[in-house]
């Protein structure tokens, strides 16, 4: 899987389903992580699997209040690979089939990671509100959103069965 161009884009926000807080909308927003951002190594993979699954020493964020929708718990690097497997590796052997020992690819997600030219993967963030809106509300109130987010994993699936989803982290 391969998602490459400039940076960080996000389309304009708007409402999300029928969920409004009295008064006003929640905005929504859906961002694509490219350029700079992008996930083009297997290190940088491991880099996000360390802030996504919040295993670093923080004030802000506590590893207690994630919810993992998708994926593992350890390392979303290995969720990534089992993909990479699961969609590759019956390919991979076609290719290699008669080919010399120096023109085969051992590990394509490894043959991926040192190609300058791909990204091993694509970060997605679908954010509901923003930090204004959620900086009075209560740790039940922001896990109301998980099933929200849920519904959205799911639909996306629907909508593009080729899109894998190796981790989604709330």
């Not at 919040?54 to 690979?81: M, W």
């Not at 497997?85 to 023109?103: L, P, S």
């Not at 930090?131 to 929200?148: G, I, M, N």
Request: aromatic residues 8%.
């Amino acid at each position: 899987p391969s998602l490459s161009g400039g940076s960080s884009r996000s389309l304009p926000t708007a409402p999300v389903s029928n969920v409004k807080e009295v008064g006003r909308m929640i905005s929504y927003s859906f961002h694509l992580s490219t350029g700079k951002h992008s996930l083009t190594t297997c290190r940088k993979v491991s880099g996000a699997s360390k802030h996504n699954l919040r295993k670093y020493e923080s004030e802000e964020y506590d590893r207690t209040q994630i919810a993992i929708l998708r994926g593992g718990d350890t390392n979303i690097l290995d969720d990534v690979k089992e993909i990479y497997h699961q969609e590759f590796d019956e390919v991979i052997a076609g290719y290699n089939a008669g080919k010399r020992k120096d023109r085969q690819i051992d590990d394509y997600i490894q043959y991926v990671s040192d190609n300058a030219k791909n990204d091993v993967a694509a970060e997605i963030i679908m954010q509901i509100g923003d930090k204004e809106f959620w900086a009075d509300k209560t740790f039940e109130q922001k896990r109301a959103c998980v099933e929200l987010l849920e519904e959205q994993l799911t639909r996306l699936e629907e909508l593009a069965p080729e899109f894998k989803i190796a981790s989604a982290v709330v």
